[in-house]
């Protein structure tokens, strides 16, 4: 499964947990189709690994961090409800910055990098 949007750069500490960040700028007319992909990695991530999320130091499998900004650079609100599966953002008519960054087990980035076909 090919993601049109985010494209996730990859690193890891001494401890061997991985970051995934990824980085998406977007016109208005385009936010529904990224919005979508973010649920679409975050929904897999808490089906796949359900009941394995939180800090790696506390032995969590994954987390994530998810953040959002206006073209003029005002923070926009930014949430995902694992329940529903759906990402709430604030509403804007300029461009959105949106970073979603995964801190990750040896386990789930080799799942992530299969599902999504990462490299």
């Known amino acids: 499964m090919a993601l049109d949007y985010l494209d996730f750069d990859y690193s890891e500490d001494d401890e061997g947990t991985a970051s995934w960040d990824a980085l998406a700028s977007v016109t208005p007319e385009r936010l529904p189709a990224l919005t979508a992909e973010v649920e679409q990695v975050l929904r897999w991530a808490s089906r796949t690994f359900a009941g394995r999320r939180g ?24 949430a995902y409800d694992e329940a ?34 990462i490299e």
């Open 84 to 117: 529903t599966g759906r990402l709430q953002l604030a509403a804007t008519d300029q461009r959105t910055t949106l970073g979603l960054t995964l801190s990750a087990s040896a386990a789930f980035s080799e799942a992530l990098r299969s599902h999504f076909g």
């Open 55 to 78: 800090p790696m130091e506390e032995g969590g499998d994954w987390d994530f961090d998810l953040h959002a900004q206006q073209d003029d650079g005002t923070p926009l609100s930014a």
